[in-house]
């Protein structure tokens, strides 16, 4: 009757019949999700995230900030105290 391979759901392009070079080109739609790389990868930029965040508020305990001066140039000034001066 029909010579189609039978589809199941949830296969989505797999089920399609396709060249070997799009198949190549386009790996991520073929390949089954790996849960353990997924959470690898999750963790990894959760690190990566809250590296960042914790830089910048290491940062910003420093108390510098960036001041203009009168000829265009930009430099990092450690904020004072109206006590201090």
């Keep these: ?13 797999r089920s399609m019949r396709s060249t070997s070079v ?13 849960k ?9 930029f959760a690190g990566v995230f809250g590296y960042i ?6 940062y910003e305990d420093l ?3 960036v001041a203009v001066k009168e000829d265009g140039r930009e430099e990092f000034i450690k904020k004072k105290s109206n006590w201090e001066t």
Excluded at 23 to 34: Q, V
Excluded at 36 to 44: D, E, K, Q, R
Aim: charged share 20%.
């Design 53 to 58: 965040a914790y830089m910048r508020h290491k």
């Design 63 to 65: 108390g510098y900030y």
């Design 1 to 13: 009757m029909s010579d189609k391979p039978q589809q199941n759901p949830g296969e989505g392009i």
């Design 36 to 44: 353990i790389i997924m959470g690898i990868g999750l963790v990894a």
């Design 22 to 34: 799009f198949r190549l080109i386009n790996f991520e739609l073929y390949a089954k999700p790996n």
